[in-house]
């Protein structure tokens, strides 16, 4: 998990910081492979009638964004509500994908391998777009990748990939540059 932690009209103190790699090897150890990049933002905000701190996290997860605000007067107890909340919710993703698995997708099951062409790459966000063989649109991560890095890909090219229903569509559980 990429972690980048800014403080804005602040100094970030290591107490924080310690509470925060804390809160951090937490959601590795529940949520390996979930959450791909973590951004926290620990903000002075005194002219706010909640109080004098923001704390927010923006957790990238394959498909969905998550995004957790909290305001108050101390940092630390800012910092442990979001991250509790954090994980609520990526507990519920968590759910929501394994309840998506045991039902049966539309016409597109887990191992349906087939190729199809890069039509789209957005490498500052790390995802992609496929146009299958049926012309059918295709998202994928880059942690699907397989034998390869989105540095590898360029658009036009052709790839072999497995696809299931996703929370917002058709997504690749895997690619591989080339056809099998």
Known sequence: MELKIEAKNLDLRK????????????????YANLVLHLRVTIEATPGYKEGGHE????????????VV??????????LV?????????????????????TTKTQGAPANNKTSGVVRKIVPDELYGFIVSSDNTDVFFHASSLKDGTLDDL????????????GDKGLQAIWVRVGKD
């Open 15 to 30: 107490s924080w910081q310690e509470k925060i790699d804390e809160e951090q090897a937490k959601l590795i150890r529940h």
């Open 55 to 66: 704390v927010r996290l923006v957790a990238a997860v394959p498909n969905d964004t998550v």
């Open 81 to 101: 509500e979001a991250f509790d909340v954090l994980g609520g919710r990526l507990k519920e993703i968590v759910r929501k994908k394994q309840s998506h698995k």
């Open 69 to 78: 605000k909290r305001r108050g007067e101390n940092v630390r107890p800012l």
């Open 154 to 165: 360029a658009e036009g090219d052709e790839v072999t990939f497995a696809m299931e229903e």
